[in-house]
């Protein structure tokens, strides 16, 4: 569920600043740059965003049919899937049940190096039935193939083919927009497909520029030079000032966590972890640091996502308990630890996580703050004893996958293995009946809840900056901007 809540404020723009942008295009200011625009390989959902609006899925993330018309299960271990007809890449490549093999094959290379390519394990064959059928066997029953698929976009296998290692930066895809220019660190410039198969855009083009200084972003907004831009930091929403301008707030699934390396000292001692969690006092980072914009954290699922488990309370800030469980941990006298953190890309992330490193001085961390602009970040966050991050996935599988699937070691899995989680992953996968799943994995989530494999903070709320005159635009749960059907007064 979306909140929207727009704060007008009535002070003029310039015409001359509104003059700067014309019908014709959308320009978007976010705050960090794609990391590729291979969509097997995306690390962050920058680049996302952009390439939801290059590429398609079999199905829509919201598990409706988009490349895919139909699907039947004959039995629990099969899936058939029936393709759209004459829908074409933007190279003029056919999209048949071929392409399809081609993709998921892709995926599941362990070359492609695919972020969740665990998740397709339980496949055992794929094959093409007819030009627009295709046969999926798993190994046993697995109910949400059908919600991974939402997330394995389909590419152009000439293209794959042709481009090679060039391939992040040419990609083809089938869906409204091409990529046609990117200048990394620059801009993100994308134009209609003219061989598209569906409804045709309203808007030729869409400009996507990365501004990691909040205060920037919003300079382009009110002088017309952008027309919505991302993360607005609440002290600064009075900023947003001009005729027809807004703030948009959109309620989160988005999970803010210190991710901790459990795998090795010291965060491999549950007690530690615990310790870690009693001694920050998330309220009033919330409150103080964030002005308001977050929600108390209260599972390591978000709100609206299945298997969301109510009963669970959230850590009380208690320094006593901390440096109890310190003490019978080993470390009376306190510990040293090193926490990382990017700097600009989530709102507040550096100043926040300093909060963290004076308020857990009480129960006996001595903790040394590492931030990193974005791109070091991605580069360096595996090699440290616990990373800030903001992390949603579509669904529970993936959100346990990603936190605590020791067999798959997702991209940012830390070292954590408990023998009855993975033992209800399993379950988990193999459940058909969508209640009786829910209730795995609401066992699972007070597994790792309990174990604290994260110092469990807060759910993000994103801020947009935006110009009343741009319509009909999107804002997902997980803070992506749809443009698809959007377009300019």
């Known amino acids: 569920m979306i909140i929207l809540v727009a704060i007008l404020i009535g002070l003029p723009l310039t015409q001359g600043a509104i003059a700067q942008s014309s019908k014709e ?19 962050t ?36 899937f029936h393709l759209k007809k004459n829908v074409r890449f933007s190279n003029g490549e056919l999209f048949d049940a071929s392409v399809v093999k081609f993709n998921l094959e892709r995926y599941m290379d362990p070359k492609t190096k695919a972020l969740f390519a665990g998740l397709l394990e339980p496949v055992e064959s794929i094959d093409v039935v007819d ?19 939402r997330d394995i976009y389909m590419m152009s296998p000439k293209a794959v083919k042709e481009y090679g290692k060039d391939i992040p930066k040419k990609p083809i895809g089938t869906g409204p927009y091409v990529l046609k220019e990117w200048i990394p660190m620059e801009k993100s410039v994308i134009e209609t497909n003219p061989a598209y198969y569906g409804p045709k855009p309203k808007v030729k083009t869409i400009v996507w520029r990365p501004i990691p200084e909040p205060s920037t972003r919003i300079v382009e907004l009110r002088t017309g030079k952008a027309d919505i831009i991302t993360k607005v930091p609440p002290e600064l929403f009075g900023e947003i000032s001009g005729k ?5 707030h959109s309620r989160s699934n988005m999970r803010m966590t210190v991710k901790l390396n459990c795998g090795k000292p010291p965060f491999d001692n549950v007690k530690i972890r615990q310790a870690f969690n009693y001694a920050v006092n998330k309220e009033d980072l919330i409150k103080y640091v964030l002005n308001g914009a977050g929600y108390l954290m209260t599972c390591p699922l978000g709100p609206d996502r299945d298997g969301f488990n109510p009963n669970l309370k959230p850590y009380p800030h208690d320094p006593a308990t901390a440096k109890k469980l310190l003490a019978e941990a080993g470390f009376p006298n306190g510990l040293d630890i090193e926490i990382v953190a ?8 550096k100043e926040l996580v300093e909060a963290i490193s004076f308020q857990v001085k009480e129960a006996g961390f001595n903790m040394k703050v590492k931030a990193l602009e974005w791109g070091m970040f991605l580069k360096n966050f595996k090699e440290s004893q616990g990373f800030f991050i903001g992390a949603d996935h579509p669904y529970a599988q993936r959100i346990l996958h990603v936190d605590g699937d020791s067999r798959g070691k997702a991209f940012s899995w830390m070292g954590y293995h408990n023998d ?3 033992k209800l992953f399993d379950e988990a996968g193999t459940t058909f009946d969508i209640k009786k799943r829910n209730t795995i994995y609401q066992k699972m989530a007070k597994i790792i809840w309990d174990d604290a494999i994260h110092l469990y903070l807060y759910y993000a709320q994103h801020t947009y900056g935006v110009n009343e005159r741009l319509k009909d635009y999107k804002i997902e749960p997980e803070g992506f901007i749809l443009l698809q059907n959007a377009y300019l007064q």
Not at 25 to 43: F, L, Q, R
């Open 25 to 43: 295009t959308i320009n978007v200011v976010v705050t960090a740059d794609a990391d590729t625009y291979d969509p097997h390989c995306w690390t």
């Open 131 to 149: 030009q627009y059928t295709l046969k999926i066997k798993t190994k046993t029953p697995y109910p949400v193939l059908l919600t991974v698929f």
């Open 342 to 349: 990017p700097a600009g890309r989530y709102l507040k992330d």
């Open 244 to 248: 027809g301008l807004q703030v948009v």
């Open 420 to 422: 009855e989680f993975m």
């Open 45 to 80: 959902d920058d680049g996302k965003t952009v390439g939801f609006h290059i590429f398609e899925a079999l199905v829509t993330r919201h598990n409706e049919p988009k490349l895919a018309t139909s699907w039947e299960n004959p039995d629990n271990l099969t899936w058939i």
